[in-house]
């Protein structure tokens, strides 16, 4: 007979080995005595402290209440604990934007004479960050085209300390290797760093692919309703150590009130991430079949040539794809202005469609020879499908392509 498991501990966390669905709704979640259901937000800067020994307990770190809110806030705390949660990472930290997540984790991660490998293919802020800010403080930066595998092996030198990609990219929705990417710095002092902005954890996971640190642009689909600027770092204890003490110290922390609503953002993520990609399938294979399209981009598309790796590493295909009209940047033009519900604009995560030309705003820095070598045609709309009915959304793009010819 076997003795009771007497000293056995219990698992006293509920939500161990918990679904998506259930993080993303009940994770990081802790009740004031007021016994609340919904989170608080906690709009408060500052901390009373019990007593004097209380106070210098605190801020010697000796007891873990809070300070300060440029430190911790609660509100901000839930967050954090929830999207660490989903993304399967030990830890995260809150950001007042999702620069202000890769900012930190460059400037807590990175020292002058470091060296960067980031993929050509990422948001141009990014771009922007690395090549005209990293760079003074003497980081040097290589961009590198996103699935040029090869580039970057050759690319990693001994100085390497960060790889740094976005997939699916934007806007041609090319897929990156992310088991690759991360079997290339094995052995070597440099991380893998994943902005999962356009799959959220709800649709891709690239701490469980082998990235070491994964960034969030939460203004994005994490509020999904285009509300509040925020973003979060998570990944590994040690290096999110080092990202929180850059934070506390040069203070762009997430405001409570946007955590609250990132909060309550996350809690329908995985439903809309789903919705958002059935949609964008629906309408790919439908433009695909328009006589006024030459071409989509959509990794849920079998011909498209990411389409077996993102089947791989991704649940499903998100919310944005482009397509070339036949024509120019004069038909991509009369195309977009001729819709009515989607709105002109280059943000993305919404509920509400959006539609934008990225040859002449979010790549219209780039010159004319960049653009081609990054495939960016004049002709090229990128549409970011929103929870529209997809009727409704397919009868404006048909408005679109009618005054296309
Ligand atoms: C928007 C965006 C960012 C920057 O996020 P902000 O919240 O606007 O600072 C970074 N990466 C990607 C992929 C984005 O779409």
Not at 36 to 47: A, G, K, L
Not at 99 to 119: Q, Y
Not at 212 to 226: E, F, M, P, R
Not at 286 to 309: D, I, K, T
């Given at each position: 007979m076997t003795p009771p498991d007497t000293d056995m501990t219990p698992n006293d966390d509920p939500l161990a080995g918990a679904h998506l669905d259930t993080l993303g709704i009940r994770a990081g979640i802790t009740r004031?005595?007021?016994g609340?259901?919904?989170?608080?937000?906690?709009?408060?800067?500052?901390?009373?402290?019990?007593?004097?020994?209380?106070?210098?307990?605190?801020?010697?770190?000796?007891s873990p209440?809070?300070?300060?809110?440029?430190?911790?806030?609660?509100?901000?705390r839930s967050?954090?604990q929830r999207?660490a949660a989903l993304e399967g990472g030990e830890a995260a930290?809150?950001?007042?934007?999702?620069?202000?997540?890769?900012?930190?984790?460059?400037?807590?991660?990175?020292?002058?004479?470091?060296?960067?490998?980031?993929?050509?293919?990422?948001?141009?802020?990014?771009?922007?960050?690395?090549?005209?800010?990293?760079?003074?403080?003497?980081?040097?930066?290589?961009?590198?085209?996103?699935?040029?595998?090869?580039?970057?092996?050759?690319?990693?030198?001994?100085?390497?300390?960060?790889?740094?990609?976005?997939?699916?990219?934007?806007?041609?929705?090319?897929?990156?290797?992310?088991?690759?990417?991360?079997?290339?710095?094995?052995?070597?002092?440099?991380?893998?760093?994943?902005?999962?902005?356009?799959?959220?954890?709800?649709?891709?996971r690239?701490l469980e692919?082998?990235?070491?640190?994964?960034?969030?642009?939460?203004?994005?689909?994490?509020?999904?309703?285009?509300?509040?600027?925020?973003?979060?770092?998570?990944?590994g204890a040690a290096?999110?150590?080092?990202?929180?003490?850059?934070?506390?110290?040069?203070?762009?922390?997430?405001?409570?009130?946007?955590?609250?609503?990132?909060?309550?953002?996350?809690?329908?993520?995985?439903?809309?991430?789903?919705?958002?990609?059935?949609?964008?399938?629906?309408?790919?294979?439908?433009?695909?079949?328009?006589?006024?399209?030459?071409?989509?981009?959509?990794?849920?598309?079998?011909?498209?040539?990411?389409?077996?790796?993102?089947?791989?590493?991704?649940?499903?295909?998100?919310?944005?794809?482009?397509?070339?009209?036949?024509?120019?940047?004069?038909?991509?033009?009369?195309?977009?202005?001729?819709?009515?519900?989607?709105?002109?604009?280059?943000?993305?995560?919404?509920?509400?469609?959006?539609?934008?030309?990225?040859?002449?705003?979010?790549?219209?820095?780039?010159?004319?020879?960049?653009?081609?070598?990054?495939?960016?045609?004049?002709?090229?709309?990128?549409?970011?499908?929103?929870?529209?009915?997809?009727?409704?959304?397919?009868?404006?793009?048909?408005?679109?392509?009618?005054?296309?010819?």
């Open positions: 004031t005595a007021e609340e259901h919904s989170e608080p937000i906690f709009t408060t800067s500052s901390y009373v402290f019990d007593s004097a020994a209380d106070a210098a307990a605190r801020f010697s770190g000796d209440g809070n300070v300060y809110s440029r430190y911790t806030n609660p509100t901000v967050f954090e999207i930290v809150g950001t007042a934007s999702g620069m202000a997540a890769i900012l930190s984790t460059c400037m807590a991660l990175l020292k002058s004479g470091d060296h960067v490998l980031c993929s050509r293919d990422v948001f141009g802020t990014t771009t922007n960050l690395f090549a005209r800010y990293l760079v003074k403080f003497g980081v040097a930066v290589d961009f590198v085209p996103l699935l040029a595998l090869d580039q970057w092996r050759d690319g990693l030198r001994q100085e390497t300390k960060l790889l740094f990609v976005e997939t699916p990219s934007n806007p041609l929705c090319e897929v990156a290797d992310i088991r690759a990417l991360a079997e290339l710095t094995r052995g070597t002092d440099a991380l893998l760093v994943v902005d999962n902005c356009f799959c959220t954890p709800a649709l891709q690239p692919l082998g990235a070491d640190i994964v960034i969030h642009s939460a203004t994005k689909y994490l509020d999904g309703q285009g509300r509040c600027v925020g973003g979060a770092v998570v990944g290096h999110m150590a080092e990202v929180v003490t850059f934070l506390r110290t040069c203070g762009p922390t997430m405001s409570p009130f946007n955590a609250w609503v990132f909060l309550k953002g996350l809690e329908t993520l995985r439903l809309r991430m789903e919705a958002h990609s059935r949609s964008a399938l629906d309408i790919a294979l439908w433009l695909q079949q328009q006589p006024q399209v030459e071409r989509v981009f959509y990794a849920g598309l079998p011909s498209h040539p990411g389409h077996a790796l993102a089947t791989q590493q991704q649940s499903a295909f998100g919310g944005v794809l482009s397509f070339q009209v036949k024509g120019g940047r004069e038909e991509a033009w009369r195309c977009i202005d001729a819709t009515r519900i989607m709105s002109l604009t280059a943000n993305l995560g919404d509920a509400k469609s959006t539609i934008v030309h990225p040859a002449t705003t979010t790549h219209g820095r780039l010159t004319p020879e960049q653009r081609v070598e990054a495939g960016i045609a004049d002709s090229l709309i990128r549409v970011a499908v929103g929870l529209e009915h997809v009727d409704d959304l397919k009868a404006d793009l048909q408005r679109g392509l009618d005054a296309v010819v």
